[in-house]
């Protein structure tokens, strides 16, 4: 009696243990299942609703993307790119750029993702002067940049005005 009671427990932990590992491997080889939560924080967030942000290389060159319009007339152009305050790239009148059908946006860690945070290379999408962006090329916002550059500007204002002043100073 002792020996199927021991059995029959064995039996139920071992099928417990083999359920909780099939479970588990299903899990993780499930597409999107476990996600970095970096791939989900958006790159910026601004309160400004109706503001769009230009995204340019550190270089100041505009990053476009390619439109094809079929209708009334085929053509090929390249529209500048803009974030808006979801950190979701879109051309200037607000429509999201698209691959696949689906918006991309832009992450905490840099990289550009579809809603199911698959990473989606560059040059897939944007390109600078005519051509596919090179992975990895850094990004940033031009009224961003700009400020950025100006409070730099600023600074070494600053620190010229007293150096001047310590010249001046040490002159008297």
């Given at each position: 009696?002792?020996?199927?009671k021991v ?97 991309l946006f ?67």
């Amino acid at each position: 009696m002792k020996f199927q009671k021991v059995k029959s427990r064995a039996v139920l932990v071992g099928v417990a243990l083999l359920v909780f590992i099939i479970t588990a491997i299903s899990l993780l080889s499930k597409k999107g299942t476990v996600v970095d939560v970096t791939h989900t924080l958006p790159m910026i967030v601004f309160e400004n609703k109706d503001k769009l942000w230009q995204v340019v290389t550190y270089d100041d060159e505009p990053v476009t993307a390619l439109t094809i319009e079929i209708y009334p007339k085929y053509a090929e152009n390249y529209k500048k790119v803009y974030i808006n305050y979801r950190s979701q790239f879109v051309f200037s009148d607000g429509k999201p750029v698209l691959l696949n059908k689906e918006p991309l946006f832009w992450n905490r860690r840099g990289d550009i993702i579809d809603y199911d945070y698959n990473v989606i290379s560059e040059g897939m999408v944007f390109y600078i002067s005519g051509k596919g962006m090179k992975p990895r090329t850094a990004m940033t916002l031009k009224t961003l940049r700009s400020n950025l550059r100006s409070n730099v500007l600023k600074e070494k204002d600053k620190i010229r005005e007293r150096q001047l002043e310590d010249i001046i100073k040490r002159g008297e």
